[in-house]
């Protein structure tokens, strides 16, 4: 699996993997649209808690936001699998 620090997004796309080749720009619009999403959220359950808008992202910071990737190749035997997926 791949693990990696997603904001800000400026300072750590250099350290992401370069290939497959369009990955930093794929990874990069889409942790953009979590990170917005993310703040959204934790705008809405610290208001919720009677709190300022932006009480909870000031307390997890800037580096709160992480990418997990995990990579399952395929079955060789899928008639043998038992399961939903």
Request: glycine residues 8%; charged residues 20%; negative net charge.
């Amino acid at each position: 699996y791949l693990t990696h620090p997603c904001h800000p997004l400026e300072e750590v796309i250099g350290s992401w993997p370069e290939k497959p080749a369009a990955y930093r720009e794929i990874a990069g619009k889409y942790s953009g649209e979590l990170r917005a999403l993310i703040l959204r959220l934790l705008a809405a359950i610290s208001e919720a808690l009677g709190l300022d808008s932006n009480y909870l992202n000031k307390i997890l910071g800037k580096h709160s936001h992480m990418m997990s990737i995990n990579y399952y190749p395929p079955c060789p035997n899928p008639d043998l699998t038992i399961g939903a997926a």
